[in-house]
């Protein structure tokens, strides 16, 4: 299944699109839902669904802006325009900003339904072309060529799942229990395949989320450190720090809002 999220600032609105039966026939599922732009952005960073279906008038953060946010980023999700008549202008904006389409209200299914297929089209190959380059990662160098395929696929699984839960208790013990693999040879075979440790992957993740966090919210620094998965301030000051060669607080102060 392919994962949704709902982005319109009326409740009746997400929820009228999300009661349509027509998500899981066509290979489809709405994980969550947000109510306005900002709130939209921290879900997508953190859910990273495959396709987004946002509204464009919204306090704190508009449509058109929410994709501008994410214009260049390699693992973007594909934008579905939710719109009204009236907003038809910003429409053909967002068109221009790479949407697939958009769904006029009030929704039809049958459209939304079409949409939907030549999205999972686009989708399709877009998995197809990131599972060749994994291969080429695994077998061409970047890590040692005697990585067997079977272990690279478990790892590259439990990397889109630490990708998707690393603000989560995370450890060696608890990713070797759910996935049935030795702790000794995860940790081995992870750095094999990486080239950097499960510590140092996970850390990565959390500090970067952290950083996209002090640059587009309002959350305070002790927030921000619940929200990426460190409960002592002090440890994700020092982490953050480390990786990025200035505290948490310098670097607010770098992106004022």
């Known amino acids: 299944m392919y994962k949704v999220l709902l982005v319109d600032d009326e409740e009746l609105v997400v929820e009228s699109l999300e009661g349509i039966n027509i998500w899981k026939p066509e290979g489809f599922e709405v994980v969550d839902h947000a109510f306005n732009g900002r709130v939209a952005y921290e879900k997508i960073l953190l859910t990273k669904p495959d396709v987004v279906f946002t509204d464009i008038r919204m306090p704190k953060m508009n449509g058109l802006d929410l994709m501008r946010k994410?214009?260049?980023?390699?693992?973007?999700?594909?934008?579905?325009?939710?719109?009204?008549?009236?907003?038809?202008?910003?429409?053909?904006?967002?068109?221009?900003?790479?949407?697939?389409?958009y769904c006029l209200k009030p929704f039809e299914p049958d459209e939304i339904s079409k949409l939907l297929c030549s999205i999972k089209v686009k989708l399709d190959e877009k998995f197809n072309k990131t599972k060749e380059k994994k291969n080429e990662y695994v077998n061409e160098g970047i890590a040692p060529k005697d990585v067997d395929q079977m272990g690279g696929k478990v790892i590259y699984e439990i990397i889109q799942y630490i990708d998707r839960n690393f603000f989560k208790e995370i450890s060696i013990h608890s990713i070797s229990k759910d996935f049935f693999i030795n702790p000794n040879?995860?940790?081995?075979?992870?750095?094999?395949?990486i080239g950097i440790t499960f510590t140092e992957y996970i850390t990565k993740c959390r500090i970067t989320y952290a950083g996209d966090l002090l640059k587009n919210s309002n959350y305070s620094i002790s927030e921000i450190s619940q929200k990426v998965g460190y409960n002592n301030l002090y440890y994700f000051t020092k982490m953050f720090k480390r990786i990025n060669g200035i505290s948490p607080s310098q670097f607010k102060m770098t992106f004022p809002l």
């Not at 053909?92 to 949407?99: D, H, M, S």
């Not at 040879?185 to 395949?193: A, E, H, R, V, W």
């Open 185 to 193: 040879y995860f940790c081995g075979l992870f750095k094999k395949t």
């Open 70 to 101: 994410f214009c260049n980023a390699e693992d973007a999700p594909l934008f579905v325009v939710i719109s009204g008549y009236a907003e038809f202008s910003y429409a053909k904006q967002a068109i221009t900003l790479g949407a697939l389409g």
